[in-house]
């Protein structure tokens, strides 16, 4: 089947000719059908994202499509014929090519090695070393991605791991590149720059599957959106015809306007105040969070964001400054002592840094809270009441499947977050960080995070979210702090939270200083 001369703008026709399709395709498992009679077009020089809850088949279908699991019921056609295959290496030869949210990279190794792992140059079982570089130099050209060959895998930043991953997908016959969640944990310069990228591949001739979460990237990136719940396709859309507030009703078949809850913010004494903070990434850092508010910190990866919640809770170090935390100096601060001042601090890398991913819920539950649950007595633990309070906490954040025994890591994105979230519950706290709480989770995870933010500062407590998704900071803050190469360089309050005041002073262009509730200045 022949193609037309496709385009690099999305959303554009003519529509290429079909490069693959998926005909009725189903998957049960064992008391679960996770696909139901989906079909799936996709042409060469298009952009297709797949769109959906956590549990809604998206992951089921790409590890079809990828050969690491095959189909109960349907077909799939490659230029309108049949093909079977049940292994990676069956759908890489009919030019399939998948980019999974976890890398395949080797850390130890450098670029070029692992670009070539497993079909390395040479003759006659020995290896020929001195053509890597200029191969892996060619592969990384291709995806615009200006990184030394013999760098080591461990020491790039995810944004340049991300673009070797995708030049490895790239090379032999790719036609069809799947890629799973390729901005979630990128900021939005990093974002930007890898959209420009599957656009030009596109313009190239290849054919994509992209799998994203960030509603904002879809008018940007896609030609059409197929939308899947409960294993069903449930719709099909040009772009122009997806506009958000219709993909969120098509995925949770409730209205966007549910997403962020609606309440009344009325500002209590501080809770957390930092000034004149300074560290490796920050220069005189000066916020305040009061009881019963949500404070915002926006702004570019590498601004120092992070950086702020990291450093109150004693994960970065503090070269000047003064942290206060209920009233109380907190001199040195460090986790233990952030926990008995009652601040909790939720990690950006969940999987890294929060949780233990081959134990179970319960366990990650209770993970450094099993006295706030009253589960250790004399010394001694009481598995009844660390159960006991597991079971509350997936009840009450809604975890599903509602298992605690089950191993952590064969929950979604966003059932692992709910865990991490209810380990912070257990406390009590009075001070609340988020730190990118909603990174690559669902739509209807998401909503159930901010309504926990809702609910935390209707009950008094203080909650910074610091956040890398622009929509959430805007939908959600009472106050925004917009920092710019570790300072503060804005603080905006009430009608000055607009998208715009937010993204001019992103790159530092403007500096203000508006007072806080109390009479404190940022």
């Known amino acids: 089947m022949t193609a037309v001369a496709p385009t690099a703008e999305p959303g554009a026709d003519p529509v290429p000719a079909a490069l693959l399709q998926v005909e009725s395709l189903g998957k049960s498992f064992p008391g679960v059908r996770a696909l139901d009679d989906v079909d799936l077009d996709v042409s060469a020089g298009e ?73 390395l140059p040479g003759t006659r079982g020995l290896v020929a070393r001195h053509r890597l570089p200029a191969l892996a130099r060619e592969a990384l050209a291709r995806v615009e991605a200006d990184i030394p060959p013999g760098a080591v895998v461990a020491t790039l930043p995810r944004s340049a791991q991300q673009l070797v991953e995708i030049a490895k997908g790239l090379l032999g016959e790719a036609r069809l590149l799947i890629l799973d969640e390729p901005t979630a944990s990128l900021g939005n310069r990093e974002s930007q720059h890898l959209i420009e990228l599957v656009r030009a591949l596109a313009g190239q001739g290849l054919g994509i599957i992209y799998i994203t979460h960030r509603l904002q990237e879809i008018p940007k990136v896609a030609d059409r959106v197929t939308v899947l719940r409960d294993g069903r396709r449930i719709a099909t859309l040009p772009v122009r015809e997806a506009a958000e507030g219709r993909l969120v009703e098509l995925m949770t078949g409730r209205s966007v306007e549910d997403l962020y809850p609606t309440r009344q913010c009325t500002p209590g004494p501080a809770r957390l105040t930092v000034d004149g903070l300074t560290g490796p990434e920050l220069r005189d850092v000066s916020i305040a969070v009061h009881a019963g508010e949500i404070v915002g910190i926006a702004g570019l990866l590498g601004s120092g964001k992070s950086a702020v919640g990291r450093s109150c809770f004693g994960l970065d170090p503090m070269r000047t400054g003064h942290v206060t935390v209920s009233g109380t100096p907190f001199p040195r601060p460090s986790p233990s002592g952030a926990l008995r001042r009652g601040l909790v601090y939720y990690p950006s890398d969940r999987r890294r840094q929060g949780l233990a991913l081959n134990q179970s819920l319960t366990a990650n539950i209770t993970l450094g809270s099993l006295s706030a649950a009253g589960a250790v007595r004399w010394g001694a633990l009481n598995r009844r009441q660390e159960r006991r309070v597991a079971d509350e906490y997936v009840g009450r954040l809604s975890v599903r499947p509602s298992d605690p025994g089950r191993r952590t890591e064969l929950f979604s994105g966003g059932n692992q977050q709910k865990a991490l979230l209810a380990r912070g519950l257990i406390r009590d706290a009075a001070v609340h960080v988020f730190d990118e709480p909603t990174v690559g989770i669902d739509i209807g995870a998401k909503a159930d995070i901010y309504q926990l933010m809702a609910d935390l500062a209707e009950a008094g407590k203080a909650v910074l979210l610091i956040s890398s998704d622009l929509a959430e900071v805007l939908g959600m803050a009472d106050r925004v702090y917009v920092m710019h190469e570790g300072q503060v360089v804005a603080h905006l309050i009430g009608e000055e939270i607009t998208e715009s005041a937010v993204l001019t002073h992103f790159f530092g262009t403007s500096e203000t200083s508006t007072p806080l509730p109390g009479g404190a200045s940022a």
């Open 47 to 119: 952009v297709h994202v797949l769109l959906g809850e956590n549990g809604a088949g998206k992951s089921t279908l790409i590890k079809i499509l990828a050969g690491v699991q095959k189909a109960t019921t349907g077909r799939v056609l490659v230029d309108g014929r049949d093909v079977e295959f049940d292994t990676p290496r069956q759908a890489k030869a009919l030019g399939i090519s998948t980019i999974f949210q976890e890398f395949s990279l080797v850390p130890t190794l450098t670029v070029a090695e692992n670009l070539f792992l497993g079909h």
